[in-house]
């Protein structure tokens, strides 16, 4: 089923283009990974999901609902963390969480077991303090525990993980993991190694359009191989193999990398062939998540 | 309802957290004492000018102090009073809209008209706590001192001048909805009671002007009567209403 589908979405501000033609589709239990360069567009796009920014033109559904600007009731089966959450520092984490499941008309039995449980979850249980003194972190974790309080559809992350060190990273994305069994996560980042760890499918965003999406597989085989690696017993034959093939760069002492066709790849591999030249490993470069990320938005 | 009430709930804990409420106690208590107080002290303080006055010809006969004196004292100092809450009270929307905790409460379901209500409320009903502290207080020791039977229709006065403060405190609530940061709704505010102020010198436009319930004292002393007030209390009336009729479509289009 789809979660979330954005149809053709437009926003400009001024005379800068920011979304143009924004196709978007994401479905139930899937780790959404929505990667793009600092200014691609990504924090517009997830605002005008929230109803929080009117988009010019196109058309955005949450669980098959319109979302309105302004009045947006489809928030309701939506669980936010912006990039830098803010709190109100002079409430503690539990009395936050409880004012939250005010807001969104939660049970008050139900609330006071949900925001222990949640509290538990992203480490924050024992903590008695307020926030005003937490660290970027503790206020992320936070953020993700205010954000699956009322149980929702889909949880939408704004870079979550970008301004951490890799401590607190990894504590939000298992965060994040542990969170898939209940919801879809829709998450913006430009960390690719994030979205390699966690994530199921993924959208490259450029030039505001969706350049590419899919399951991260999928991603991938979109893309031929981006070569070989030969690595040769001896230095000499490294040496002759680059003097008869000009494609042929050195990576290591004996360890060669080729990028070519693959018919080119067969003539180096006859002449290895005919030469008798030993060789000790041959390897196919697969295409990563960066080198696709560099080229869609080169 | 139940949002609503978390969310004014919220602005309550939070006035009292932050150590805004207590400030404005403080504020109102000790402009509440300071009337009598000063009004007490003119003789003491007439007479320790009295020498360098007679050099320059000015002499100090017997001054006459009563609850009058206290009262003009009182209106003379409440704008004070209303200034130091405005500009408290200026980043109460605009402090929540750039620091982004609003997105979270709006994207958790909360309307947004139910913003503008709950930080409406909590603002008018403050001024009216303040007001009120700060009337009982001069108006006590004005008993115990003199008799607040001297001054004409205090209790109109005194209600006009509150009127004044919330008309003052919608300006607020409207510009920011409006505006993105608090020096523009301060400025805005301000500029909009200095026009007010303005056109009230201007005879014919004067009886409409919100500014004439700032002229307390002329109704004390019974220069003015209480039908010359009336279409200004309608005008303010009416314009209060409107005010915040207005937020709310604004901060409905407001985008975040």
């Known amino acids: 089923m789809e979660i979330l589908a954005i149809r053709n979405l437009k926003k400009s501000f001024g005379s800068k283009e920011v979304l143009c033609g924004l196709d978007l589709s994401v479905s139930e239990h899937s780790i959404f990974g929505f990667i793009g360069k600092n200014g691609a567009g990504k924090t517009t796009t997830m605002k005008a999901v929230l109803g929080l920014l009117k988009a010019d033109s196109g058309q955005i559904c949450v669980m098959g609902e319109k979302v309105n600007f302004g009045q947006t009731r489809t928030n309701r089966y939506i669980g936010y963390l912006p990039d830098v959450p803010e709190f109100y520092s002079y409430m503690t984490p539990l009395e936050y969480l409880h004012f939250c499941g005010e807001i969104s008309g939660m049970d008050k039995a139900d609330l006071v077991m949900r925001s222990n449980e949640l509290l538990e979850l992203v480490g924050l249980g024992r903590e008695q303090h307020r926030i005003k003194g937490f660290s970027r972190g503790m206020k992320q974790r936070l953020g993700i525990a205010q954000a699956l309080l009322n149980r929702p559809k889909l949880l939408i992350c704004d870079e979550p993980t970008s301004a951490l060190d890799p401590v607190g990273r990894k504590e939000i994305l298992d965060i994040l993991l542990a969170a898939k069994e209940q919801t879809t996560i829709l998450f913006s980042t430009h960390i690719l190694s994030d979205v390699e760890r966690i994530c199921t499918e993924a959208a490259f965003l450029n030039d505001g359009k969706i350049t590419m999406q899919g399951t991260i597989a999928e991603l991938r085989s979109m893309r031929p191989s981006d070569g070989f690696i030969i690595e040769l017993e001896r230095k000499e034959d490294a040496d002759t193999l680059i003097k008869a093939f000009g494609n042929l760069k050195v990576e290591k002492q004996n360890t060669l990398t080729f990028h070519g066709s693959r018919e080119h790849f067969f003539v180096v591999m006859q002449y290895v062939a005919e030469n008798r030249i030993p060789v000790r490993k041959i390897e196919r470069i697969e295409p990563t998540l960066e080198s696709l990320f560099l080229e869609v938005t080169q | ?256």
């Open chain 2, 1 to 256: 309802m139940k949002p609503l009430f978390a969310y004014m709930k919220k602005e309550y804990l939070e006035t009292v957290r932050t150590g805004r409420l207590i400030f404005l106690v403080l504020l109102f208590v000790l402009f509440g004492i300071m009337n009598p107080a000063i009004a007490k002290l003119t003789p003491w303080i007439m007479e320790m000018f009295s020498d360098s006055l007679a050099a320059s010809g000015l002499s100090v006969t017997n001054v006459q102090i009563d609850a009058m004196t206290s009262w003009t004292q009182f209106f003379k100092n409440i704008p004070i009073a209303l200034v130091a809450f405005v500009l408290i009270f200026s980043d109460s929307f605009t402090k929540e809209y750039k620091s982004g905790t609003l997105l979270l409460v709006l994207t958790k379901g909360l309307s947004r008209y139910k913003v503008v209500l709950a930080k409406a409320v909590l603002l008018l009903s403050l001024w009216t706590l303040g007001y009120g502290l700060c009337f009982s207080i001069t108006y006590s020791y004005n008993a115990y001192f003199w008799d607040n039977g001297i001054a004409n229709n205090l209790f109109l006065a005194a209600v006009m001048w509150w009127l004044f403060g919330i008309w003052v405190i919608c300006l607020l609530v409207l510009f920011s909805a409006l505006l993105q940061n608090n020096t523009g709704v301060t400025l805005c505010t301000g500029g909009i009671v200095a026009l007010a102020y303005l056109l009230s010198v201007i005879p014919k436009v004067k009886i409409y002007s919100p500014a004439l319930l700032m002229d307390a004292n002329s109704l004390l002393s019974g220069a003015m009567g209480t039908d010359d007030y009336m279409k200004t209390i309608i005008v303010t009336g009416v314009s209060i209403v409107m005010f915040l009729a207005v937020s709310i479509p604004v901060m409905n289009k407001k985008q975040l």
